[in-house]
């Protein structure tokens, strides 16, 4: 329901989570067939053995999307007529133009929630969170279905081996909604540098370089990245981002249940829990089995780690993704 305005301020929390991943797996053995690859050097420079894909062709990232709406619709017995939002993170929308949410919306039954895509690469969710929360703590909406689904096979070149080996397909949502306790969204810290768009990009499709023959044959529709130096900056990012939200927070690192890191490199994960001084019991980690799945890391992680976690529950997400967007969240479990 939509509430009127002039409403004091509300703590948001997550009340729910749901997840969808295809079955199809694609293994490092699969990929050593494909291209001039090896399990080991993935294992060991990624930390990734698996992935799921999609492979249906006719199925887009709504597919996805709507399987992990619907999943956390039923494990929370919720109808869906009272969603008042629906946000999709994604940066594989099923088409440019229209948003991926207003369809999933409706697929879903949400035709009381206006819907709309949220493009911050692999911060997409944390970004989306960041929305959701704020929607609920302003007090006018009461119920925000939130997203992060993307099906990278679609824009991955399976012929380029620093990229292919490490992409993913899946989705996870989560509700935002007024929290019951003292416990939900506490505190975020976000940030983008558009100067790094040069070295994470899908350069053609776009405006500015519209689909023509020779974006096409120049290959410029999949995903281009300089690892190197999306590496150095995802690590020194994230990790200032994490120390900035523990620190004035007051976090004691010994409090923490979980850092929720945004799966791209288990090499990143493991830098960044070092320097905040996280052991590895307090690391969620999936990469191994989801590789990146973009939007979807986040909620992944929370759906693969729900009945692990209590009430109170001090979790410090942090991302890092195409932009560059980043950024760092702090916020205590609600069930
Ligand atoms: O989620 C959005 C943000 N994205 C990220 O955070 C990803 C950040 N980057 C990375 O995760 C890593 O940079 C990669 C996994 C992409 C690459 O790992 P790396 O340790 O940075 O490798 P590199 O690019 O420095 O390459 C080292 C060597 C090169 O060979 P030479 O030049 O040393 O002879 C590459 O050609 O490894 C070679 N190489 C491979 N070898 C086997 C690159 N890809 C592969 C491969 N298999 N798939």
């Given amino acids: 329901m939509i509430k009127e305005t ?4 509300k703590k948001a929390a997550i009340t729910a989570v749901g997840a969808y991943v295809p079955e199809d797996k694609l293994t490092n053995a699969d990929l050593e067939k494909m291209v001039e690859t090896n399990d080991e050097w993935i294992v060991a420079r990624t930390g990734i053995k698996e992935r799921r894909i999609l492979k249906d062709p006719n199925k887009g990232t709504s597919f996805m999307a709507i399987n992990a709406a619907k999943d956390l619709l039923e494990k929370r017995n919720l109808d869906p007529l ?12 099923d088409m440019n133009v229209a948003a991926t949410a207003a369809y999933v ?8 929630a206006f819907a709309y895509d949220m493009q911050a690469a692999c911060s997409g969710f944390l970004y989306g969170m960041s929305n959701a929360a704020n929607m609920i703590a302003g007090g006018r909406y009461e119920k925000v279905l939130l997203i992060g689904a993307d099906k990278m096979s679609s824009i991955v070149d399976y012929t380029d081996r620093t990229t292919c080996i ?6 996870g949502a ?9 416990h939900g969204w506490e505190d975020e810290y976000l ?3 558009g100067n790094g768009r040069l070295f994470l990009n899908i350069k ?3 405006s500015l370089y519209p689909t023509s023959k020779e974006t096409l044959e120049a290959g410029l529709h999949c995903l281009y990245q300089d690892g190197k130096t999306v590496f150095k900056y995802a690590v020194s990012e ?3 981002a994490t120390e900035k939200i523990i620190k004035r927070n007051n976090i004691d690192p010994n409090t923490i249940a979980y850092l929720v890191p945004h799966q791209a490199n288990k090499r990143i994960i493991d830098a960044i829990a070092k320097r905040v001084k996280l052991s590895d019991d307090k690391v969620m980690s999936n990469i191994e089995y989801f590789g990146n799945t973009t939007a979807a890391t986040l909620p992944l992680l929370l759906k693969d780690y729900e009945s692990k976690l209590k009430p109170g529950d001090r979790l410090i997400f942090a991302a890092f993704g195409g932009g560059f967007t980043w950024g760092a969240a702090y916020l205590t479990w609600a069930y």
């Fill in 6 to 9: 002039h409403l004091p301020p």
């Fill in 82 to 93: 009272e969603i008042d939002a629906v946000i999709v993170a994604t940066i594989t929308p």
């Fill in 105 to 112: 919306a409706s697929e879903i039954g949400a035709t009381n």
């Fill in 166 to 171: 490490i992409f993913g397909d899946g989705a």
């Fill in 174 to 182: 989560v509700l935002f909604e007024a929290s019951e306790s003292d």
């Fill in 191 to 193: 940030r983008s540098d």
């Fill in 204 to 206: 053609a499709g776009g």
């Fill in 238 to 240: 994230m990790a200032d």
